[in-house]
Structures are given as structure tokens and as C-alpha cells.
């Protein structure tokens, strides 16, 4: 269990730690979020996989900026976001690049919608750009084959603000108590967006999509 301390001079280092348990909740999630995609009938809160993924990744996030402050007394925000290009950057590209020959080759028709979700995709904003074109999720027969982006998009977007957000934090208040209650405050401002924004009845894009709503699980 970590013990996070930024007061004491001397505190004692410590080291993430690897839960391989994560590694099977997220395969879980994965299998059930393409049952979903399968056929809803057979897992009809399968969709719920991504939120699993979002909190795994904010926990595992977190984790890692709170390590970085105890043991240095600041976070190095450039080398945590190269890290996240290098890791994610190359996958995005060879995915896009591979669905835009086999959209040339298979469905011509279709290559316009593909290169501007692709553009999306490669800048990580593909869920304001479905927001935008007012993308059902729930859709099944649409083809737009980088929807599935839009929550790495969310959890990039996630990875450029949160660390500058903690990090300044920490600039004005050192008790991790009262940064908690903070961020609780903020978890709290995501679900009532989610629930002004909601309209029954209506596309759930917005809702669906949007990083203020999803916020509140990472």
C-alpha cells in the first residue's frame, strides 16, 4: 500500500508497485465491451468496460504523479507526457494508417468520413469530433471504424491537464487531504454536467463522449 507524504524531509522513497490483479480486471473489460459490440443482446452493460478502463487508468495515473511528488518534490511534466507519446503515438499511427489503405480498397465511398476521423484520431480529440458530427455510440451499423478512439482521446486529454492541475495544487496547498476534497468537488460538478446535459429520448453524444462528463471516472 502506498503512504504518500509531502511534508517530511524525511520521508522514505518508494516505488510503484504492479498489480497484476489490474491486468485481469481490464482483460474482463475488454471481453465484455467486444460481446457488446458483437451483439448488445448478449451483454447489454458490456459498454461498461470503458469506464472500467477509465478508472484503472486514472488510479494507475494518479499513483504514478503522487510517487514522482513524494519521492522528488516536483513532477517533470515534459518526460511524463513523452513517455505517453511514445507509448501510445505509434500504435494510433499504424492503426490509422492501416484502416485508411483497407477503407481505399474495400469501401471507397466511405474514405472522406475515414480521413477526417482519422485527423481526429491522430490529435486526440475524436470525441468532440463525434460530438460535433452528433455520432450515435449506440449505432450499430454505422461505419466509422476509429470510434472505438474517442476514450483514448479522453484519457489523453485526461494526461496533458491532470498533471498540470495536480501540480499546481501542490504549489498552494501540501496536505493530499485537502487536494481529495478538491477533486471530490470537481467529481461531484462531472455528474450533475452529466445529468443537465442528459436529454432523454435524444442522441447521447454529448453526454456519451464529452470529458467534463467523463471526468468523474478517471
Known amino acids: 500500500m502506498f503512504v504518500w507524504n509531502f511534508n517530511q524531509r524525511d520521508r522514505k522513497p ?30 447489454s452493460g458490456g459498454f461498461l468496460g470503458v469506464d472500467t478502463f477509465f478508472v484503472i487508468s486514472g488510479y494507475l495515473i494518479t499513483s504514478l504523479l503522487l510517487t514522482e511528488y513524494h519521492n522528488t518534490g516536483k513532477i517533470k511534466l515534459m518526460s511524463f507526457w513523452l513517455r505517453r507519446v511514445k507509448r501510445l503515438i505509434p500504435a ?65 486529454q485526461f494526461y496533458l491537464v491532470f498533471p498540470i492541475v495536480l501540480l499546481s495544487l501542490f504549489s498552494f496547498i501540501r496536505r493530499l487531504k485537502s487536494i481529495r476534497i478538491i477533486f471530490l468537488i470537481l467529481l461531484v460538478i462531472s455528474m450533475i454536467a452529466m445529468m443537465v446535459l442528459y436529454v432523454p429520448n435524444e442522441n447521447v453524444a454529448r453526454v456519451y463522449f464529452g470529458t467534463d462528463t467523463r471526468i468523474q471516472t478517471l
Do not use: C
Not at 102 to 112: A, N, V
Not at 118 to 129: C, H, L, P, Q
Open 14 to 43: 518508494i516505488n510503484p508497485r504492479y498489480m497484476p490483479g489490474l491486468d485481469g480486471v481490464r482483460a474482463v473489460a475488454v471481453i465484455a465491451i467486444i460481446i457488446y459490440h458483437l451483439n448488445p443482446q448478449w451483454l
Open 92 to 156: 494510433v499511427l499504424f492503426l490509422v494508417m492501416g484502416v485508411i489503405v483497407l477503407s481505399l480498397i474495400f469501401m471507397p465511398t466511405e474514405i472522406q468520413k475515414v480521413r477526417a476521423d482519422s485527423i481526429a484520431a491522430i490529435f486526440y480529440v475524436s470525441n468532440w469530433w463525434y460530438i460535433m458530427q452528433n455520432v450515435d455510440y449506440f449505432e450499430q451499423f454505422a461505419v466509422q471504424p476509429l470510434k472505438h478512439l474517442w476514450s483514448l482521446a479522453i484519457e489523453e
